[in-house]
C-alpha cells in the first residue's frame, strides 16, 4: 500500500518558528520518564482553558516526526482531541533559535537558582535583540511595544515577551538581567560555587557595584579561608567613620504600658519591620517575597 501523502506543515507568525503538527504524526518512543497521569489530567484542564503555553519539540523522521521533548503536553492534547499541536521541529531552526529554545527550556526549571536565571535571562536577551532588533525600544512601559505587539506588527520588548511565557514577573526579570549583566565574568564564576549562588538579594547588591569594587571582592572571595554563604562574611557593610558620642540625655521612664490598647496586627508588625530596615534588608525582603511567589507557581507553569 502507497504511503499517504504527507500533510503540508503549517508555518505560524513570528516570533515563534514553530509548526502545527497532526498528532498523529508525532510518535512518543521510548521515553527515560514514566508518563504520569495525574500530570497529564492537570495539563489537559490547563490547555483546555488557555491553550498549550509553550510548544513540545521534535525531530524530522521521514515522513513522521520523532518527540524530543513534552511528552506530557502531547498526550494532555491527545486526551484533549485536539488534531494539531504547536511544535518546534529542530531541524529546522538557525543555531540562535535553537540556542533560544534551549534556554528557555532551562527557564521553565524550578530548580534554578538565581545566579543562573540572570545568566539565562542575559544572553536570552542578547540573542532576541539581534534576531529582532526593533524590539529593543519596547521596554517603555508607556510604548504599544510593551503591551503587546507593535502598531506596526514587529516583535514586543525582551521582558514583555519573556514574561509572557515564563513563571516570572517583568519586575524579577529586569533585577535578573541586572545581575546577568552586571556581575563581572570572573566574580560570576566564582560564585557559583557558594551559597551566594541562591541568595537573589546578595546578588543584586554585587551589581550594584562597580567593577573596581567588583575585583576586590572576587579577590577576597579567591583568598577566604572559610566557607562564604552569604555577601556580608566577606563584604561587610561600611560603618561611619568613629565620631565622638553625642551626650546621652537623661533617661527617661518608659510609658507606661496600655492596659486597653490593642495588640498590633500582623501587618503592623511588618510594616515597623519594613520602616526600621536598611536599602539591603529591604531588597532581601522583596526579593524573598518574589522567590516564594514564584516558588509557589513554578509547578502548575513548568509543565512537562
Excluded: C
Excluded at 526579570?173 to 566574580?187: D, F, N, Q, T, V
Amino acid at each position: 500500500m502507497d504511503a499517504p501523502a504527507a500533510t503540508p506543515v503549517v508555518m505560524r507568525e513570528e516570533p515563534r518558528q514553530t509548526v502545527l503538527l497532526e498528532l498523529d504524526r508525532i510518535d512518543l518512543g521510548q521515553r527515560l520518564r514514566t508518563i504520569n497521569g495525574g500530570t497529564v489530567q492537570h495539563l489537559a484542564e490547563s490547555m483546555k482553558i488557555h491553550g498549550l503555553q509553550y510548544p513540545i519539540q521534535v525531530r524530522m523522521d521521514g515522513e513522521r516526526y520523532a518527540l524530543v521533548s513534552g511528552a506530557h503536553r502531547l498526550q494532555a492534547a491527545r486526551h484533549l482531541a485536539w488534531p494539531h499541536i504547536e511544535a518546534f521541529v529542530l531541524d529546522l531552526l538557525d543555531e540562535d533559535t535553537l540556542a533560544l529554545l534551549e534556554i528557555d527550556e532551562n527557564l521553565m526549571r524550578a530548580e534554578l537558582n538565581p545566579l543562573d536565571r540572570g545568566v539565562f535571562l542575559a544572553r536570552r536577551k542578547d540573542i532576541y535583540e539581534r534576531l529582532y532588533p526593533e524590539a529593543r525600544r519596547g521596554g517603555d512601559r508607556r510604548s504599544s511595544a510593551y503591551q503587546g505587539q507593535n502598531d506596526d506588527g514587529s516583535h514586543r520588548g525582551f521582558v514583555a515577551e519573556t514574561a509572557s511565557f515564563t513563571p516570572f514577573s517583568p519586575w524579577t526579570i529586569r533585577r535578573a538581567l541586572r545581575i546577568g549583566e552586571k556581575i563581572i565574568p570572573e566574580l560570576r564564576e566564582e560564585i557559583a560555587m557558594t551559597a551566594i549562588a541562591y541568595r537573589e538579594g546578595d546578588l543584586f547588591t554585587i551589581s550594584g557595584l562597580d567593577d573596581d569594587e567588583q575585583q576586590v571582592l572576587l579577590e577576597d572571595l579567591q583568598s577566604a579561608e572559610y566557607e562564604v554563604r552569604k555577601l556580608s562574611d566577606i563584604h561587610p557593610r561600611r560603618e561611619p567613620e568613629e565620631e565622638e558620642p553625642p551626650e546621652e540625655p537623661p533617661e527617661e521612664p518608659p510609658e507606661p504600658a496600655s492596659e486597653t490598647g490593642p495588640e498590633k496586627t500582623v501587618l503592623e508588625r511588618v510594616q515597623t519591620i519594613w520602616f526600621s530596615a536598611t536599602e539591603e534588608e529591604r531588597q532581601d525582603i522583596v526579593a524573598w517575597l518574589e522567590l516564594v511567589k514564584e516558588q509557589a507557581g513554578a509547578g502548575q507553569a513548568a509543565g512537562s
